[in-house]
């Protein structure tokens, strides 16, 4: 069973950071690509910062130059800093995986259970 364990997140100011961790458990398998997605109320669910095959990386307009992410291969962990926030950052916030376990032949998409971020003065 993997499963995408979360943490961090919270109340922060305008301009403030925080930084918010996720940790792949389980045995067995492999990660393809890592990244972070947020929901803000009333809208889809988007990809903000990823991993892509190679170790580029890949950012949403939105937050490239606030946000950076980065990982632990050796213990299947990766972060999300996020830097100036904007109370327009205020979402869930899910960590995302595409992960194969090796029983299996093809990767699965995985998501964290969400963490709340909310921006406000």
């Known amino acids: 069973q993997v499963q995408l364990v979360e943490s961090g997140g919270g109340l922060v100011q305008p301009g403030g950071s925080l930084r918010l961790s996720c940790a792949a458990s389980?045995?067995?398998?492999?990660?393809?690509?890592m990244g972070w997605g947020r929901r803000v109320l009333g809208k889809e669910r988007e990809l903000v910062a990823t991993?892509?095959?190679?170790?580029?990386?890949d950012y949403v307009d939105s937050v490239k130059g606030r946000f950076t992410i980065s990982k632990d291969n050796a213990k299947n962990t990766w972060y999300l800093q996020m830097n100036n926030l904007k109370p327009e950052d205020t979402a869930v916030y899910y960590c995302n995986a595409r992960i194969r376990k090796y029983s299996d032949y093809f990767a699965n998409n995985y998501w964290g259970q969400g963490t709340q971020v909310t921006v406000a003065s």
């Open positions: 991993f892509t095959g190679g170790g580029r990386t």
């Open positions: 389980g045995s067995g398998f492999s990660i393809n690509t």
